[in-house]
């Protein structure tokens, strides 16, 4: 029995996000340089589930070579010869442009690559918002999913940045039909203080989310994590709010708070962390080697999803 036939019997957080891409019409993906086993596998699995449909972008001659030593299936998946990485990343820009896909997939190139073709100015995806990572954790014993952002895109984002940060989580959340989020705005401490400006720009988020310039959630910040996620921890502290004790979307400081947090749940909590990165024209799907299969297939369904609704919201209007 192959892995994907072995998760129903493992229950999962991301089985409902997968099952309702399951019913949307799977995104045209083009998957960017496929070229080690785990990113060629990840992309035929996802088609296999019927959450996307694969255009593979990368060396033909290597691709196939890689699908026949680990007998992988390429079926009539189409594949668009290009010599190397970097060729493969701006040829999948291209493509998007051109509006012959609605998705992109990582495959085995590094995300700083792939995310240099997305982000250039002439030629590139960009839209107004500025373009952010969200990691949707799946963490046992946790009643809700998590999202985390952003902990792989911006680095120290500024005030600006972060109400992007925001309203990308925001937007995600809502689109892949998930309700109302309450989204804690992180810090060290839940007062606000000169010598923490984190706690400062978590306050401006909240007022910005009062003035409507965020739209879409439930805002508090600063919260420190303990009293963001756990009701007891926020009695404690004597903070009442929607938000505080229940947080569904943590928004961090910094990409090093963010990445740590992410870590620390996947391999001291065992959670699983899908991931898509959002604000350009199209969703893009993250995915890294030591994800499970869950994971990669979950990675998929929310970029499918979000883009499936995303065009049918589009269409209504």
Known sequence: MSEVMELAAEPSKYDRLIAAAQAEEP????????????ALRGALEAA???????????????????????????????IVDVPHSHAAAAKAVALIREGKGSLLMKGSLH??????????????????RRISHVFVMDVPGHADTLFITDAAINIAPDLDAKRDIVQNAIDLWVTIGLGEPRVAILSAVETVTM????????AALCKMAERGQITGGLLDGPLAFDNAIDPEAARIKGIVSPVAGRAQILVVPD??????????LTFLAHADAAGTVLGARVPIVLTSRADSVRTRLASCAVASLFAARRRAAQVAV
């Open 27 to 38: 995104a045209v993906t083009l998957v960017v340089h496929p070229c080690d086993e785990t």
């Open 48 to 78: 296999q589930m019927r959450l996307i449909t694969p255009v593979l972008v990368g060396p033909r001659v290597r691709i196939r070579s890689i699908a026949a030593e680990h007998r992988l299936d390429l079926g009539q998946w189409e």
């Open 111 to 128: 995300t700083d690559e792939l995310m240099r073709e997305v982000a250039a100015a002439a030629s590139g995806l960009r839209t107004e």
């Open 195 to 202: 010598k923490i400006p984190s706690t400062i720009e978590a």
């Open 255 to 264: 990409l090093e708070a963010g990445n740590m947090l992410a870590k620390n």
